[in-house]
């Protein structure tokens, strides 16, 4: 029993009394156990307070060792869970990089459109440009034509003005004395 007392024990249990008033020391000397009382007599010397200190200092130190086997685990925990957090931002990184990788496909393909219907645009004003040009061309030469028989026309109505009058005048000199005219009076004899 005396071995199992722990050394930070030993001195509260030199000083402990039996119902006789006895301490362990001199019930040991008075029931003839040589080696409990050499075991406590050495007990109360020097060399037990700094057994004693000794054994305090390991038991500061394990206490210390316990609460940094705490701080430990409860940094473990933390760890574990910044792991999960950082596999969440990663999983959520990863998402965001494929979305960005098919918007920028998209983007692409928007350009190439762009691309194609600005030369689609392009080739529709060169042909509008040339159409507007034939056009042109083709009102240019409708005014000339427009021009030309409207000077054919007024040559045209001329001629008949001068062919009506060389007609009249003819016809003045092939009427008899007999002819009349439209109001039934007598025309006159040609002259000359």
Same mark, same amino acid.
């Not at 060792?65 to 685990?73: G, P, R, Y």
């Given at each position: 029993m005396l071995t199992s007392i722990p050394p930070d024990k030993v001195s509260a249990f030199l000083n402990i009394k039996n119902e006789d008033s006895r301490?362990? @020391?001199e019930y040991a000397e008075s029931e003839g156990r040589k080696e409990s009382v050499e075991l406590l007599k050495s007990w109360s010397k020097p060399? @037990? /307070?700094?057994?004693? /200190?000794?054994?305090? =200092?390991? %038991?500061a130190l394990h206490k210390a060792? &316990?609460? =940094?086997?705490? %701080? @430990?685990?409860n940094q473990g925990e933390e760890l574990a869970e910044s792991k999960q957090q950082i596999g969440a931002l990663q999983e959520e990184d990863n998402r965001k990089t494929a979305e960005l990788a098919n918007q920028r496909e998209e983007l692409t393909k928007l350009k190439e459109e762009l691309v194609e219907s600005k030369q689609q645009i392009s080739d529709l004003q060169e042909a509008d &440009?040339?159409?507007t040009a034939e056009l042109a061309s083709q009102r240019e030469e409708s005014q000339q034509q427009v021009v030309a028989l409207q000077e054919a026309n007024n040559q045209m109505t001329a001629d008949m003005a001068a062919m009506m009058e060389r007609l009249n005048k003819l016809d003045i000199y092939l009427r008899t004395p007999t002819d009349t005219d439209e109001t039934g009076d007598q025309l006159h004899e040609p002259q000359g």
């Open positions: 301490t362990p @020391l060399v @037990l /307070a700094a057994h004693s /200190a000794t054994y305090q =200092k390991f %038991a060792d &316990n609460k =940094k086997s705490k %701080a @430990l685990t &440009n040339r159409k």
